[in-house]
Each structure stands twice: as structure tokens, then as C-alpha cells.
């Protein structure tokens, strides 16, 4: 009895992986057969017959069709009328024959480049999006989807279909239903009912891609559900579009007043303390993003691996740099020049030119290139808003450094006599502080943190010698409409700026917006002319 229940299982062990052989077989004969056929029509050199391989080779489910297909794109796809055959290059040069994927020596001497025009790069881009819906990576399964969701091809739908079913990850599955809801839209023959829920679904992705689709569905729907459904979507992605971009403006701005901050805080220190206009504060930004243009041409001579790290070197050297010619030009030109602000504008604005001319001698009139780390580069969304890891990175930078500031002054004995000499110079220096060492260390951090400043300037725009030309105004009127002096004046008023001109740039444009805030800051001026928040002491208030 036991003896014939091993045989019974030696039988059935055998006829499955009999019937496994037979199906695998079968699968790659099958797969053979489809390339074999691609591979005939894609020798006939004729643009129906490319359309209908690519078909093919999408269908076969070879391991060797993604590869085909992007060297069709890519014209690396070549065929030899006199072999017979099909090959292709792959991105490092190895040849591989189209029709076994296994490397060949050479192509052959007649070899010619399948062609391809628009319409079969549109067919190229849907079936590379088909082929790669149930990759394991993440990203591409992305790029799959919105390669369907463009190409809207019917002939994705059954892949399309078995992705979203198998997919875990909710940002993806949205992906795929968007991308299924865009082709059951074109599709004349689907059902109605189906094609209402794809509208909600588009509602739901409510980007300016679905608005786009919905209101060509709107347009030119037969069927009167679809096209009320299609309408009431509209309207909702309108609404939803209309406070993305409110949020979204108020996060450029944001970034917009994060840079002013960086500008104006060492000009909020040094008009503070001093009461120096400095007309060459923008010149101490330049030589910071100038700084950081040298530091990375060392990094690309000498260690290009360690690339990521010359944006953290720079920032150290960018402030010493500044705050080294900042001391110059306290020591060489302001100290003479204390109680005469005319002079002393009139002088920085000398140096200013100067600074300029020497960077034109240096390193030419034209722009320079900065590098961004890998970590600054790429953005990321969040419900319909686009972040950008660049300006991200600046916002929370530029805290750190006010933080840093602010712990300086609030913490430290240098600290503690800058703040006694902007409150009351003539006292604090009957107390033994020696009030010129200190307008000296101030005026070497105002320029410092400028050159700090400059190294967040090279990420977002353009270093050239002109670059602080274009913050020095703007620098003034923040630290005028924040208080003079006033840290915490001087970041609420940078980010309110920054919020406002962003807000007010696509009702009146970015020029007419700037004319805007500077009436409007006129008009708080001769309200407030101390700002928003003034300084106390016997001396200010003197």
C-alpha cells in the first residue's frame, strides 16, 4: 500500500514538472515567434510595418524588448537586407542580435538604421511605458504611467489594468488610474459609466494636465453624462488649482524673502551698529558666490568624487573672505568717515565700482558656471506643489544662519557690546568698551554673512559681476521697512516682502509689482519711520 502511494507521488511530481517544461517551453516559443515576426517586418523598412513590430516586440514579453525598443528610439536599431537580420548597439557599443539578444562580433556591412518619424516616436513612447508599468523601480513605474497617461494608447489598457491591481504603493496606484482613466476617455467604445468614473478620477488628480484632458472630454464628449461630468470636474479642479497656486506663490515667496534675509541682515547689522550706508554691501554677496565658484573648479580639478562636499567648504571661506575685505574697507575708508553719511555713501559706492572692475579683471564679464550638489538638485511634490530641493534647502539654511546670529548676539560678550554700542555708543564707551574694535567686528560680520549670502545666490542665480547690483536695493528696503537694526524686523519684513511681490507678480507683473511695494513702503515709512519694529535706547530715541 505505501509502496503505491510513492509511486502515485513519483507520477504526479513527474507529470508537473512535465506540464512546468511544457509551459515554459511554450511561453518561449511564443515569445520567439513574436520577435521573429517583428524582426520580418522591421526589415521590410517601412514605417506601417515598424508600427505594427513595435506591437510585437511589446507583446512578445521578451527580456530583450526594452532594449529593442530604445535603441529604436535612440537609432541604434539596425537591419542587414542581405543577412536577413536585425541588431542592435547597446549604450556601451556591444552589438546583440535583435532576434536571440546574444552579442554578436560586429554589425553587418550593410547594416542601415531603421527608421522612424513622429508618429512612431509617439508609439515608441507608449510602448517603453507599457513595458516598464510593472518594473520594480519605483521612479520608472512613475514615468511609466505618465507616459500612458500622455499617449492615452488603448493598446496599454489590459497592461495598464494589471499593474494598477497588483500595484501596493498609493502614489503609484493614483498614477495608474489616472493614466487608465486618460485612455478610457479616448476610447469611443468604452463604456459610459466607466467613463464617468474616469472623469472623478481626474477630478481627483486635479493638476493642469487633468484640466487640459477634461476640457477636450467637455468639448467633445457624445454623450451627455460624460460631458456634465466632465464640466463639473472642470469647475472643481479650477478651485483646486486656484489655491495651489496661492499656496504655491506664497512658498516662492518664501524662498524670494529667505534670499532677501541672507542679503539685508549683515546690512541690518552694520546700518544698525554703525550707521553706515554701505553701498558696497552687494559687492561683499558677489565675492561670496565668486568664492564659491573657485572653491568648486578645485573640487572639479582636484577631487571631482568629492564634489557634494564644496558647497559646506565654501561657506566658511565665502565668509572669510567677505568679512576680510569688509575689515579693509572699515579700516582703510568708513572710520574717517563716521558722522557724514553722505560721504560715506558716496565712498562705498567708489568701492563698489572698484570691487566690480577687479572681478571683470580676475574672472572676466561673463557668467560662471556653479555647480549644485546632488542633494540641491531635483524637486519633490506634495499635493500639487512643486519643491524644489535647491530653494528648499536656502529657507532652511538661512534660518539656521538667523538662529546662529541671533545666539551670537544674545550669548556672547561681542554679542552683548554690539548691542550696547547701537543702543548707546557714548555709554557704552565710558564703560570701557573699545567702541572702534567693535564697529570694526561688525562691520566684518555684516560683510561676512553677505558673502554667506552669495553662496546661496550661486544656486538659484547667476554669478557674474554685477550680482549684488541686483539685492542692494532691495536689501535697503527691507531693513528700512522691518526697523533699522532690528533682527527680528528684519526677517519678518524680508519674508513679507518676498510673500507680497510673489502674490502681486501675476495680477501686475514683476515690475509693476516692485513699483507697487515701494509706493507702499513709502506710504508705512512716513507713518513709521523707524519701521516695524524700532530700537530702544537713550540714544535712538534721542
Not at 507608449?126 to 492615452?152: E, M
Request: hydrophobic fraction near 55%; avoid cysteine; aromatic fraction near 8%.
Amino acid at each position: 500500500m505505501q509502496r503505491g502511494a510513492r509511486h502515485l507521488a513519483a507520477l504526479l511530481v513527474s507529470l508537473l514538472a512535465v506540464g512546468t517544461l511544457v509551459f515554459f517551453s511554450q511561453t518561449a516559443f511564443a515569445e520567439q515567434d513574436k520577435i521573429a515576426s517583428a524582426v520580418q517586418k522591421l526589415l521590410a523598412d517601412s514605417y506601417a510595418d515598424t508600427d505594427a513590430a513595435i506591437g510585437d516586440i511589446v507583446a512578445s514579453g521578451a527580456p530583450q524588448a526594452s532594449a529593442l525598443l530604445e535603441a529604436l528610439g535612440e537609432r541604434r536599431l539596425v537591419f542587414s537586407a542581405e543577412a536577413k537580420s536585425v541588431s542592435y548597439t547597446d549604450s556601451a557599443g556591444k552589438v546583440f542580435d535583435a532576434l536571440t539578444a546574444a552579442p554578436i562580433p560586429a554589425v553587418p556591412a550593410d547594416a542601415q538604421i531603421v527608421r522612424v518619424n513622429n508618429r512612431l516616436r509617439g508609439s515608441l513612447t507608449a510602448a517603453l511605458g507599457t513595458l516598464t508599468l510593472l518594473s520594480p523601480d519605483t521612479a520608472k513605474r512613475l514615468a511609466a504611467a505618465d507616459s500612458v497617461f500622455k499617449s492615452r494608447d488603448a493598446a496599454s489598457l489590459p497592461a495598464l489594468e494589471a499593474a494598477l491591481a497588483a500595484e501596493k504603493l498609493p502614489n503609484v496606484k493614483r498614477a495608474f488610474a489616472a493614466a487608465r482613466a486618460s485612455v478610457l476617455l479616448a476610447d469611443p467604445t468604452a463604456d459610459r459609466s466607466q467613463q464617468v468614473a474616469a472623469v472623478t478620477t481626474l477630478a481627483e488628480r486635479g493638476d493642469q494636465d487633468a484640466m487640459a484632458l477634461l476640457r477636450g472630454v467637455a468639448a467633445n464628449a457624445p454623450a451627455p453624462e460624460v460631458k456634465q461630468a466632465a464640466e463639473m470636474a472642470m469647475a472643481a479642479v479650477a478651485r483646486k488649482l486656484r489655491i495651489t497656486g496661492v499656496v504655491q506663490d506664497v512658498y516662492y515667496g518664501l524662498s524670494l524673502g529667505s534670499v532677501l534675509l541672507l542679503a539685508a541682515i549683515g546690512l541690518a547689522i552694520t546700518f544698525g551698529v554703525m550707521g553706515v550706508i554701505n553701498m558696497a554691501h552687494g559687492e561683499m554677496v558677489m565675492l561670496g558666490a565668486y568664492t564659491t565658484f573657485v572653491v568648486q573648479e578645485g573640487f572639479r580639478a582636484y577631487a571631482p568624487k568629492l564634489f557634494d562636499w564644496s558647497l559646506p567648504i565654501a561657506i566658511p571661506a565665502a565668509f572669510l573672505v567677505s568679512a576680510v575685505v569688509g575689515i579693509a574697507i572699515e579700516r582703510g575708508i568708513i572710520r574717517f568717515l563716521y558722522g557724514r553719511p553722505l560721504e560715506t555713501l558716496l565712498a562705498t559706492w567708489g568701492v563698489s565700482l572698484i570691487l566690480q572692475q577687479a572681478v571683470r579683471t580676475i574672472f572676466g564679464s561673463s557668467n560662471r558656471e556653479v555647480g549644485a550638489p546632488s542633494y540641491m538638485s531635483g524637486a519633490f511634490e506634495i499635493y500639487g506643489l512643486a519643491i524644489t530641493y535647491g530653494r528648499m534647502w536656502i529657507i532652511v539654511f538661512t534660518l539656521l544662519v538667523f538662529a546662529a546670529l541671533l545666539a551670537m548676539l544674545k550669548l556672547t560678550p561681542l554679542g552683548l557690546q554690539m548691542r550696547a554700542v547701537t543702543q548707546n555708543r557714548r555709554m557704552a564707551g565710558s564703560m570701557g568698551i573699545r567702541t572702534n574694535w567693535i564697529d570694526a567686528m561688525t562691520f566684518a560680520l555684516g560683510s561676512g554673512i553677505a558673502g554667506i549670502a552669495g553662496v546661496a545666490l550661486s544656486q538659484i542665480d547667476n554669478v557674474s559681476p554685477n550680482l549684488g547690483q541686483s539685492y542692494i536695493i532691495d536689501s535697503f528696503m527691507v531693513v528700512v521697512f522691518g526697523g533699522v537694526g532690528n533682527l527680528w524686523g528684519t526677517l519678518v519684513s524680508a519674508f513679507a516682502l518676498g510673500i507680497a511681490n510673489k502674490l502681486l507678480e501675476p495680477f501686475a507683473g514683476a515690475v509693476l509689482g516692485k513699483i507697487f511695494i515701494l509706493v507702499a513702503l513709502i506710504l508705512f515709512v512716513q507713518k513709521r519711520p523707524r519701521g516695524l519694529f524700532a530700537l530702544k535706547g537713550r540714544a535712538v530715541e534721542a
